[in-house]
């Protein structure tokens, strides 16, 4: 694969610890951060409340109603296309030297109570959790980031819809403005460049296939800003993803939905990456719908990525998959169409305790990304933040009540292993 843009880089500024004060800004790898500048929400009249505030590993909180998870990112070289659709403006070309400052240690967790104000019933999302201390800290990554929590709470009336865009604008915006105290100032790590130079066309050449899922306000990915509820099998530029081109609004199962910093720093694509041109040249990326609704539309779904696949001659696949359930047969039936198709294919799919929610014959080769029914001991924190409601206090809670406790993007270290 040749690259068609110029490289994307990504520079990461290391961040040790976060203290209060008057100013937003960074001293070293301190960062200052000012919940009073950093009043997002006030521009947001569908939001009738949006406070900030800081936690740190080891503090004996857990955050709940947590929907998505961003790093906190900023376009060195042209800030206005930081977070393309939510608060950024959009556009195919990245431009001459595109350079995206990060920052490391660092994450802004968005939270709001949807069954509190009124937006679905008490079954309809599932608890949503970050433990920064006790027996579940290690279930998310998250436990071990230094997090700028965004809770949110919607103005009484305001559509679902507004809500939400309201609250993803703002998370966007915070994780923005927090990286923008790098510019002007030289990286501590060094530049990460993402690109895919020519490569011996002798190598076997792979593919990775990113599903994502879209079915409509609160369970939605978003490209650009818009959501992908009619997406078919296409291939993009893997950038788009380090670039955060794509989105999370989807707050169903918190351990295997994909959140916004899944996408941004896209394991599955860096490992690709580091063994392109040496052991494999990097065929390309497909971006797949998951959890789709009939068997003709996963049959045809499937088929598309498989096609896709072999026009870009690739010889092998990696498959990721979101959430469980029915967005597992989209896996499998692709993996059927890939593997039919003389590609070999390896897939990413979390377990549960009843083994693989489905499973085909062509499936030999698979990742477990763990067991999402595997409990957690009950644990009580001294603080809650995003409310009671939703909380779990107490309870014994399985592991897919975590974020991104089992996601299946390559982003994590869980796995499940013979007893």
């Known amino acids: ?6 490289d994307l880089a990504i520079a990461t500024f290391a961040i040790d610890e976060i203290v209060e004060g008057t100013q937003t800004g960074r001293d070293g790898t301190t960062l200052i951060v000012s919940p009073p500048q950093l009043a997002v929400g006030a521009g947001e009249p569908a939001l009738a409340e949006a406070t900030v505030e800081v936690v740190r590993p080891g503090d004996r909180v857990r955050i709940s109603n947590v929907c998505d998870a961003v790093v906190p990112d900023v376009r060195a070289d042209d800030p206005s296309r930081t977070f393309p659709g939510p608060v950024g403006t959009a556009d195919d070309h990245l431009g001459a030297e595109p350079v995206i400052h990060r920052l490391g240690g660092v994450c802004v967790l968005t939270s709001c109570d949807w069954e509190g104000a009124g937006y679905v019933g008490p079954d309809e999302l599932p608890a949503s959790i970050v433990d920064m201390a006790g027996p579940g800290r290690d279930r998310s990554p998250f436990g071990d980031t230094t997090n700028v929590v965004l809770r949110c709470v919607p103005a009484p ?8 865009a309201a609250m993803r604008r703002a998370g966007a915006t915070l994780a923005r403005d927090l990286a923008s105290a790098t510019l002007g100032h030289t990286p501590d790590d060094r530049t990460l460049p993402v690109a895919f130079p020519d490569a011996d066309p002798s190598l076997p050449a792979v593919c990775a296939i990113v599903q994502v899922a879209s079915e409509g306000p609160l369970v939605d990915t978003f490209l650009d800003g818009a959501h992908l509820r009619d997406l078919r099998p296409r291939a993009i530029d893997p950038a788009w993803l380090y670039a ?12 295997v939905r994909n959140v916004t910093a899944a996408y941004q720093e896209a394991a599955v694509i860096g490992a690709l990456a580091a063994v392109h041109g040496t052991s494999l040249r990097f065929a390309g990326l497909i971006l797949a719908p998951g959890y789709l609704d009939t068997a003709s539309a996963k049959r045809a779904s499937a088929e598309a990525s498989a096609a896709l696949a072999a026009a870009m ?3 092998g696949a990696v498959c990721t998959t979101f959430s469980s359930g029915n967005s597992h047969t989209d896996t499998m039936l692709t993996v059927r169409a890939l593997e039919r198709r003389g590609v070999a294919t390896v897939a990413m799919v979390c377990e549960t305790n009843g083994g693989l929610t489905d499973h085909v014959d062509e499936a030999d080769c698979l990742i477990s990304t763990g067991n999402e029914d595997e409990l957690v001991d009950p644990w009580i924190p001294d603080r809650v933040i995003g409310g009671e409601a939703g909380a779990r206090i107490g309870l014994a809670t399985p592991t897919v009540n975590y974020l991104s406790g089992c996601t299946q993007l390559g982003n994590d270290v869980w796995t499940a292993v013979p007893a």
């Open 157 to 164: 009336g305001v559509p679902v819809g507004e809500a939400d």
């Open 1 to 6: 694969m040749s690259s068609t843009h110029a």
């Open 313 to 315: 001659g690739a010889s």
């Open 244 to 255: 955060g081109r794509i989105t999370n609004g989807a707050y169903d199962w918190p351990g």
